[in-house]
């Protein structure tokens, strides 16, 4: 059950945070870098990868509710009962927050399956609520008063920043591969000047939270539960900071090296992925309070 729980938080927050990062890189940092692409066979691509995102954010939010129930209920038949399903709904704090999620969720498919008609800001603007509805879930949750709605309101922060720049990564990825489009170098160097912006909001909102859950700048012990977990993240952004340090290095360089690019995105994507799954982790797991 717990390990169902933990595939459904990887495959939701990673879909949600793709959305809404593609949406603020094409419609909102780099609107006016991306006109060829746009008008390129490769939009149509995207748009239905984004169709896919969130189809699979929808069902892995289903997912996770049927889920919670069960293992609130501590019985897997509790996760088809239409009834547990509504106490869940009705009678806690994620379930009012997840009645919310779920209306996004679906408008959220709704637009991604109809972008060539729709409105792009709308789409972006419903994006950005779901995400956003993922803050006050998971540790999230673990106060009350002020003290709770600061520690939602700076999961939010977290949440936008790491969003834009796992967004940022895979519209690189995608501009790499179709390099006739837009201009590259004009692109990797603004997304260089942005990153490190974002790398400081995502460090200093997650200080603040590892501060707020554990009651220490690091959780006791160290290295074992939620501190080895935490660890694993840490060295995983590490990784990808390291490497876009090598991604501005290439992109001064007098002539692009295409390839090299594509591989040092590509790993900087994989390691990204793995924060993700620990992260995921991360969220069913007890902080420890020092």
Do not use: E
């Given at each position: 059950m717990q390990d169902g729980l933990i595939l459904c938080r990887f495959v939701h927050f990673g879909a949600v945070l793709l959305l809404f990062g593609v949406g603020m890189f094409r419609h909102v940092l780099f609107a006016s870098s991306l006109h060829a692409f746009e008008a390129s066979p490769a939009r149509r691509l995207l748009d239905r990868a984004q169709a896919w995102l969130a189809a699979a954010a929808l069902v892995s939010a289903v997912s996770w509710l049927m889920l919670t129930a069960a293992n609130m209920?501590?019985?897997?038949?509790?996760?088809?009962?239409?009834?547990?399903?509504?106490?869940?709904?009705?009678?806690?704090?994620?379930?009012?927050?997840?009645?919310?999620?779920?209306?996004?969720?679906?408008?959220?498919?709704?637009?991604?399956?109809?972008?060539?008609?729709?409105?792009?800001?709308?789409?972006?603007?419903?994006?950005?609520?779901?995400?956003?509805?993922?803050?006050?879930?998971?540790?999230?949750?673990?106060?009350?008063?002020?003290?709770?709605?600061?520690?939602?309101?700076?999961?939010?922060?977290?949440?936008?920043?790491?969003?834009?720049?796992?967004?940022?990564?895979?519209?690189?990825?995608?501009?790499?591969?179709?390099?006739?489009?837009?201009?590259?170098?004009?692109?990797?160097?603004?997304?260089?000047?942005?990153?490190?912006?974002?790398?400081?909001?995502?460090?200093?909102?997650?200080?603040?939270?590892?501060?707020?859950?554990?009651?220490?700048?690091?959780?006791?012990?160290?290295?074992s539960g939620f501190g080895c977990v935490l660890a694993v993240k840490v060295s995983m952004v590490l990784c990808m900071l390291a490497l876009a340090a090598v991604n501005r290095g290439l992109a001064r360089q007098r002539h692009l090296r295409l390839r090299a690019l594509r591989i040092t995105v590509l790993l900087e994507c994989l390691f990204g992925i793995a924060a993700l799954a620990a992260v995921s982790l991360l969220g069913t797991l007890p902080p420890m309070l020092a």
């Open positions: 209920a501590d019985d897997w038949r509790d996760a088809v009962d239409p009834q547990t399903i509504a106490l869940v709904l009705t009678h806690t704090f994620f379930g009012h927050v997840w009645i919310v999620h779920l209306i996004l969720n679906l408008l959220a498919l709704v637009f991604a399956l109809r972008q060539r008609n729709g409105a792009p800001r709308a789409l972006l603007l419903i994006n950005t609520l779901l995400l956003l509805t993922l803050a006050p879930v998971g540790h999230g949750a673990m106060y009350d008063g002020t003290q709770g709605q600061l520690l939602i309101l700076n999961q939010m922060l977290h949440l936008l920043g790491i969003g834009t720049w796992f967004g940022g990564l895979l519209m690189l990825a995608l501009l790499l591969l179709h390099s006739n489009t837009v201009d590259l170098r004009a692109v990797l160097a603004r997304f260089s000047g942005i990153g490190y912006a974002l790398v400081a909001l995502i460090i200093v909102t997650g200080m603040i939270n590892v501060r707020a859950l554990s009651g220490a700048l690091w959780p006791a012990p160290a290295l």
